[in-house]
């Protein structure tokens, strides 16, 4: 049976122009709303300074917008409960979902999605979908936990507006997912990208082929390191399936930010539903050029619910704006997400990430799937030691790959296989001891 190629080919291929002059439109709509009826974001604004009149293109949105953090809603949901000031009051027959994301005081944020906006956002998640390769023929195996957190309910959104087969199994025994997919055929299958390396694992140690078995795609996401070419290499080749890396944050559910197409050129942005920037890590208000590496600033175009307008969580992408083979229009991060800024680890003078450590370590195929970064205080300096698993003999090539991504020679310790706890959802990489 023939599929068309796009979900909404009008949409995806827009020009640009045309979608900047829509994108405008939205983001001064949104503001005009949330500081007309959202306590929240008129005090946050009025204490800059700032009025939505003054937001006459997209660069005086970058430019004037004050930026909201994770942070700053925590503490406004507990002065007001439960869903916060930057929340519109809803009435309980319009809210479709309620969900949560973690927070260190252990009480999670709490989020109210209106039926309207569920609806919309069951739309966007089909388009990133079709995207990356679903069909109303698949078999989807979903691997994300569902619960408290918004997990794989975007996933299930998508996927039951496609019309795709879906077998939410969420997290269990790694056996049972590996002997399910064959048991029904799956031909989808979404989790995490370490969970995915990990059943690479298992499946070796079950005697099973992945790369023989009935999936064709992966969709991934949760984490950074799925559009990373090292890991998404290893995923890609032992699964014998494309990966497309899908992203998102708790904050900016259940909207999907970006999606990897079929050509394998970085995640594409819907920047018409979650405008998206790049801007300096050290002024969000601070633009830069296309290509150069900064933090991410999401803003939801569309939400009324719980908008976030101008949200940073800290993250670290680049972009890029050339044609894409695949036909669509929205930008491209190329290489996802790179990590968190607050997990940038700075050693001896050099800025490392755990993305980079990750993109060094996969490119020594003999080398176990898991990793951990130990980081320690010697006198003023922090060192780190990277412990990963495979023949002691492999170090030097490790330590060489290392320094070759880090810019900084970086100790490895190679431990036998099974020593490092096995990631089942999301992987902890970092060892503090400092």
Known sequence: MGFPRFWDEERETLDPAKRDALILERMQHQLRFVYSELPFYRRHYDAHGFHPDQVR????????????TKKMLV????????????ARDLAPGEIARIHGSSGTSGVPTMYAVSK???????????????????????????????????????????????????????????????????????????????????????????????????VRHLLVGGEPGGSLPGTRKIIEEGWGAIAADAGSTSEMYPFQTSVDCEAGTGTHLYTDEVFTEVVSAEDLNAPIPV?????????????????????????????????????????????????????????????????????????IPELGPEFRIRVRRNGALDEMTVEAEGDPALA???????????????????????????????????????
């Open 396 to 434: 030097p090539r490790t330590e060489e790959a290392l320094k070759r991504v880090l810019g900084i020679r970086v100790p490895v310790t190679l431990l036998p296989e099974g020593t490092l706890p096995e990631t089942t959802f999301k992987a902890k990489r970092v060892v503090d001891e400092r």
């Open 57 to 68: 293109s997209i660069e005086d949105f970058t430019t004037r917008v004050p930026v909201i």
């Open 291 to 363: 290509g150069e590496r900064g933090a991410v600033v999401y803003t939801h175009l569309w939400r009324d619910s719980q908008p976030m307008i101008r949200f940073a969580p800290g993250d670290e992408t680049y972009l890029a704006t050339d044609p894409c083979p695949c036909g669509r229009t929205y930008p491209r991060l190329p290489e996802g997400i790179l990590g968190r800024l607050d997990d940038m680890l700075v050693i001896r003078g050099a800025n490392v990430f755990p993305s980079a450590v990750e993109t060094a370590l996969r490119s």
């Open 116 to 214: 309207t906006d569920w609806e919309r956002a069951g739309e966007v998640h089909a388009m990133a979908q079709w995207c990356a390769g679903v069909r109303p023929d698949d078999i989807v195996q979903v691997g994300f936990p569902f619960g408290l957190f918004f997990g794989g309910w975007g996933v299930v959104q998508g996927l039951e507006r496609i019309g795709a087969t879906l077998f939410p199994l969420g997290i269990t025994e790694s056996e049972k997912h590996l002997e399910l997919i064959a048991r029904l055929g799956s031909t989808v299958f979404s989790a995490t990208p370490s969970y995915c390396i990990h059943l690479l694992s298992v499946a070796e140690r079950m005697g099973i082929d992945l790369r023989a078995s009935t």
């Open 75 to 86: 503490a406004d949901q507990k002065e007001h409960p439960p869903f916060g000031s930057y």
